[in-house]
């Protein structure tokens, strides 16, 4: 069969662009991906060959090789790990296959720190390679498989695959390299790149020289040494490939349990957010062994889902070896690995807040909007993940505890105020939030999605109920003014005259609204619309129909501003002969004007700019 050239997808031609002209402030990073990658072979390969042990074929030593041949100015890497066919070779290496490439390719944004965090999470450090080499051939034979197959490219916007021969299983990667590249060659600098890098691996890396092997890293798995024997670089270095990223650890956890339960761990909390954060999937990326075999790179049972953003490696030693996908999911063992890691991780963080609340800040706005989802899924866990919490407040820069506002609650303040929304500038301007300013009462401020779901099994914390400041409910009466706050125009309007206003606007808005009533919260505009007490909240509700799970709007409570100037006008013509009709589209004026402060859409645009138009033609 002859060779087959093919294009890279559009999305590698661009990544190699950036890879070979602008992303690697050290070169020598190639070596580590190749090497990584190799190493991830051979995992999968001692894993498939728990249930087909004829995949060893008599080759049972595994190991990453690097070998030099001066004379053509080549370097090679190669490994005896499970291998890839000729469809594998194309889906791998020409296409950026995991989910998220759209994102991906939006993301890359010439940030060279950031760019090299995102590539590595892809899965796509090979690539790297071209920043060294002018030519890189791969030669891999796929184990139990006869046929070898060769992939060849120089990274100019395309590649070739055909038939090769190989002894025995694997993968080969030959790097011709550029002119100027010959450090690549000399055996001292590669010894001192994998020493830097890869001495975490936990099987031999080993180089030829003069046809002597010499292992060069330490080949034990470093979560199964002593915490005193494992330096910081080692730590990173290791995150660096079990994490597939470039970015620093926040968090190194690396425990021991022996007793009722025999395991090790070695997590991370990333320093950047991982790509696939918000991935509908919401699957983990833990690695699991079993007695240092590797059993899956994925495990969803090992933590909740709310706690998928840790990177790194659980190996247990109480699992059995060929232990399968259905097996994880009912393993009482499994189960307790994974409520240990639970509480030990939400122990860590919380010993971080206390510890270094600037550096805690850090961690909230990367992964608070997931841990928050176990505010709402783990009830077991709930009191913990709560006191975890940050929160934007209406009265201070910076995170805000739920400790924190109930320590500066004000006097007569009986619940702690939240007010959903999508923009933290848009909520700060909410009208809802007027009299809670005038009153110095401090609202939290909360944008992210799940918080109008874990608001709903959260009904107190420390014994004070959480209330939304956009419901009917919210009285601030006992609260004593603290702002002189006077309304526009004068004294507010009151008895008759409010009353004749309010019931005008009521019929002339009938079933749009629920009820017309007096504001207490309003100082500044002239209207808002609030939840009654029991009803949806509002920005729920949106959330909801922006989802197509809810039909219709319900209809809300407007509430009017007695001290404003608009509204004793208004009250002040609902006194005149024929006011009904002079009101109508004023009433729908005021409604529609609630509505687009809230952020909802107008139920009728060309009704509203008719009404506009003739209410503009009177006043002029």
């Not at 690097?66 to 790990?81: E, F, Y």
């Not at 190989?166 to 080969?172: A, F, I, P, Q, Y």
Request: some cysteine; overall charge negative.
């Amino acid at each position: 069969m002859t060779d087959q050239t093919m294009h890279f997808q559009a999305e590698v031609t661009r990544l190699l662009h950036i890879v070979t002209h602008a992303l690697y402030s050290q070169k020598e990073i190639f070596l580590r991906e190749l090497i990584s990658n190799a190493s991830d072979a051979c995992d999968k390969l001692r894993f498939a060959a728990q249930t087909n042990p004829d995949l060893w074929a008599g080759d049972t030593e595994l190991k990453v090789t690097i070998a030099v041949d001066k004379a053509n100015r080549c370097l090679s890497i190669a490994d005896n790990g499970i291998g890839m066919g000729r469809d594998e070779l194309i889906a791998n290496l020409g296409t950026i296959a995991r989910s998220g490439t759209g994102e991906f390719v939006s993301s890359l944004s010439g940030d060279s720190a950031r760019d090299m965090a995102l590539i590595g999470q892809f899965g796509v450090g090979f690539y790297s390679a071209f920043m060294v080499a002018g030519k890189v051939e791969v030669i891999s034979r796929k184990a139990g498989e006869a046929q070898a197959w060769r992939w060849v490219s120089d990274g100019s916007g395309q590649f070739s695959v055909g038939e090769a021969e190989r002894e025995g299983r694997g993968t080969t990667i030959l790097l011709h390299l550029r002119e100027g590249e010959d450090e690549f060659l000399d055996p001292m600098r590669l010894r001192q790149i994998v020493r830097t890098y890869s001495d975490h691996i936990a099987l031999p890396v080993v180089l030829h020289e003069d046809g002597k092997p010499e292992t060069l890293n330490a080949a034990s798995a470093l979560w199964s040494r002593p915490k005193s024997e494992v330096t910081e670089q080692q730590y990173k270095d290791f995150y660096h490939h079990v994490a597939h990223a470039f970015d620093e650890p926040w968090l190194t956890l690396h425990a021991r349990a022996e007793g009722k339960l025999d395991y090790s761990l070695l997590l991370f909390v990333p320093g950047m957010r991982p790509h696939d954060l918000f991935d509908p999937a919401r699957k983990s990326a833990l690695k699991l062994y079993v007695r240092r075999v590797f059993i899956t790179d994925r495990c969803e049972e090992l933590v909740p889902a709310w706690l998928r953003f840790l990177r790194g490696v659980v190996d247990s030693a109480d699992l059995p070896l060929n232990v399968s996908r259905e097996m994880l999911q009912n393993n009482p063992v499994v189960a307790r690995i994974r409520q240990a890691i639970t509480r030990r991780v939400l122990t860590e963080l919380e010993k971080k807040a206390e510890k270094d609340a600037a550096a805690y800040a850090s961690f909230w706005e990367n992964f608070g909007a997931v841990l928050k989802e176990g505010i709402y899924e783990d009830a077991e866990h709930r009191a913990q993940i709560l006191k975890l919490a940050r929160f934007r407040s209406s009265a201070r820069e910076g995170w805000v505890s739920l400790d924190d506002y109930v320590a500066a609650m004000k006097e007569g303040q009986a619940a702690i105020y939240v007010i959903n929304g999508d923009q933290l500038d848009q909520l700060k301007r909410s009208p809802q939030l007027e009299g809670f300013r005038a009153k110095g009462v401090e609202v939290l401020l909360l944008t992210d999605p799940v918080d109008d779901f874990w608001l709903s099994v959260v009904q107190d914390y420390a014994d004070k109920p959480v209330k939304s400041a956009t419901r009917a409910g919210a009285d601030l009466d006992a609260v004593p003014d603290t702002v002189e706050s006077k309304p526009e125009g004068g004294d507010k309007l009151e008895g008759a005259s409010l009353g004749t206003l309010i019931a005008a606007l009521k019929q002339a808005l009938g079933d749009a609204v629920k009820d017309v009533r007096e504001s207490k919260r309003l100082t500044d505009s002239a209207v808002c619309l609030v939840a009654a007490d029991g009803d949806m909240d509002m920005h729920l509700e949106r959330l909801l129909r922006m989802h197509q799970k809810l039909d219709k709007s319900s209809a809300r409570i407007l509430e009017i501003n007695p001290g404003h100037a608009l509204i004793k006008a208004l009250a002040a013509r609902a006194q005149q002969p024929g006011a009904m009709d002079a009101l109508a589209d004023a009433a729908q004026l005021l409604l529609d004007q609630a509505r687009l402060v809230e952020g909802e859409p107008l139920a009728d645009p060309a009704g509203f700019a008719q009404r506009l138009a003739r209410v503009m033609e009177k006043a002029l």
